[in-house]
């Protein structure tokens, strides 16, 4: 079969839910896509898309190979499904948190794979135990297809040492892999890859690139040469940008100081930095721009707050990057609030002059849903862009390569 007719299975599992994307390779666009959800607990059932049609069912599932028998049999269905035979899956990419330091690209699935994955688990433990549970549930239910692993993290895997590196006692690096990994690889990869294709078309510099993905995870990557050289996220995605619900950076002695105040242990600290913190945290409202920017046009202090050191925070960042690179040829939007959240581009944008910036507003806040928008005025030396991102896409491609 030419490789273009294939169909990839796309896998995202999170600790109790496993999304998918049946991907045609052809077109390049999603045929199916579903969410299996509260695996393991009450009410679990599997919602899926297909072009128009809606597949809805409540069945208890257990576990993710339950979960991933269901998604296969609503892929099949006769009336609402995308495929016949599954036999039409030509192969399965899985979404794979964290490479550690052993992967520097996508890789296909063996046994060995696995059990690299496992000793890295630690590092995430979460979303790592979810991912190899998820691997090894398809391994079983579709034995010999071609699987592929790709991760959130090998993007960065170029990022120089100094870079990536945290000053404590370099033992920690040596026995212990502490150091910056970076996430959101496969969304900095897309879009820096599809920003050049396009930058080249019309003819502009592409060296140096400025990837925002703005979403409710944030962060940010500095991309030269098509190469990641720095991101914002860290050991784990807590650190960087301010987030939905995640702090970013903080004085790491802010820990110990409200543990002692609270009484909360270290967990407990860590998923009020996580969970709590962020724009949710300091609103008080909620951690979707939807209802921050609703609040702030209100008058909501609270929100404002959050909104001017969401934007502060990424700017900052801009900069850092901009001295990182030697310079800027193109800063890109892409996320659920970089795509669509019209006064973040705008306000992250202002006082950008001293970089060769020139912002175009009118263009930002009428750009078009869905598409790669230029928002920058002719004089600009910079190009910003809207790119929307495609994460899934990404594991598709990577999956296709590999088989
Ligand atoms: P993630 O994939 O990290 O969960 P997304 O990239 O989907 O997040 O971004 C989610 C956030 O994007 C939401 O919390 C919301 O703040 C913002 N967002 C998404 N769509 C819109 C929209 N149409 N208008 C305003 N904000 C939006």
């Given at each position: 079969m030419d490789k273009k007719d294939m169909k990839i299975l796309v896998l995202n599992a999170g600790s109790s839910s496993l999304k998918y994307q049946l991907i045609d390779m052809a077109t390049e666009k999603a045929v199916a896509k579903g969410v299996c959800d509260r695996i393991g607990i009450d009410g679990s059932l599997i919602e899926q898309k297909c072009g128009d049609k809606e597949l809805v069912i409540k069945e208890n599932l257990a576990t993710h190979t339950d979960a991933f028998k269901l998604l296969l049999k609503a892929l099949v269905d006769?009336?609402?499904?995308?495929?016949?035979?599954?036999?039409?899956?030509s192969a399965v990419g899985h979404r794979v948190l964290h490479s550690g330091e052993d992967f520097k690209g996508s890789v296909v699935i063996t046994d060995e794979v696995i059990k690299i994955c496992e000793k890295n688990a630690p590092l995430g433990p979460l979303h790592m135990n979810a991912n190899i549970n998820c691997i090894k549930s398809a391994m079983k239910v579709l034995p010999g297809k071609p699987m592929v692993a790709v991760f959130d993290t090998t993007f960065h895997s170029t990022m120089p040492k100094y870079a990536y590196m945290y000053a404590v006692p370099y033992d920690a690096y040596e026995n212990w892999q502490v150091r910056k990994y970076g996430f959101h690889g496969t969304s900095h990869k897309f879009v820096s890859g599809e920003a050049i294709k396009y930058l080249k078309s019309i003819g502009a510099p592409h060296a140096r690139i400025i990837t925002c993905h703005l979403g409710n995870g944030a962060s940010l990557a500095a991309v030269k040469d098509g190469k990641c050289i720095d991101t914002s996220m860290g050991f784990t995605p807590l650190e960087g940008l301010v987030m939905g619900t995640r702090s970013g950076?903080?004085?790491?002695a802010c820990v110990e100081y409200i543990m002692n105040k609270t009484g909360m242990s270290i967990s407990e600290t860590l998923n009020y930095l996580n969970k709590k913190s962020g724009v949710l945290g300091i609103s008080g409202i909620s951690s979707d721009f939807r209802d921050l920017t609703a609040a702030a046009e209100q008058g909501n202090e609270r929100a404002k707050l959050a909104i001017d050191m969401f934007v502060y925070r990424v700017k900052k960042y801009i900069g850092a990057y901009a001295a990182a690179l030697g310079g800027v040829d193109c800063i890109l939007f892409t996320g659920g609030i970089g795509e669509n959240v019209k006064i973040v581009r705008s306000r992250v944008m202002e006082g950008l002059e001293y970089l060769g910036v020139e912002f175009d507003k009118e263009k930002s806040d009428n750009a078009p849903r869905g598409q790669t928008v230029e928002l920058q005025k002719p004089a600009s030396k910079v190009k910003v862009l809207i790119l929307p991102t495609n994460e899934e896409l990404v594991i598709a491609r990577e999956t296709l390569a590999l088989i």
């Open positions: 006769k009336d609402k499904g995308a495929i016949k035979s599954i036999d039409e899956i950076d903080i004085d790491p």
